[in-house]
């Protein structure tokens, strides 16, 4: 079993940037994949990012290429979602999740996948 807890989240505008955490705590942080998710109103749960347990592997969305970099800290167990030029259409509640092993490939990004999950920061990017 592993808790996760996010914070970081806020309201900012266009263009800005905000970076979210994610801490751990009970089983050993370096055996698990990490992501991040996010879910906006009327909407379902969609996939952000992922990260090994290494970092050697660090798919993306679509949507978020070139604006999201995950990251990971296994010192203090914890990871990252720095988000730049963020949009109104990023907002959205954020959610941590975590996955024994490793997760790489298409089904890293199935909600199904991740039996770990954090509470969620908000995230609200204005126009």
């Known amino acids: 079993q592993v808790q996760l807890e996010e914070s970081g989240g806020g309201l900012v505008q266009a263009g800005g940037s905000l970076r979210l955490s994610c801490a751990a705590s009970g089983r050993t942080f370096t055996s698990y994949s990490m992501g991040w998710f996010r879910q906006a109103p009327g909407k379902e749960r969609e996939f952000v990012a992922a990260?090994?347990?290494?970092?050697?592997?660090?798919p993306y969305a679509d949507s978020v290429k070139g604006r999201f970099t995950i990251s990971r800290d296994n010192a203090v167990n914890t990871a990252y979602l720095q988000m730049n030029n963020l949009k109104p259409e990023d907002t959205a509640v954020y959610y941590c999740a975590a996955v024994p092993g490793r997760c790489s490939g298409y089904g890293c990004s199935l909600v199904d996948r991740w039996p770990y999950w954090g509470q969620g920061t908000q995230v609200t990017v204005s126009s």
């Open positions: 990260i090994t347990w290494r970092g050697d592997n660090t």
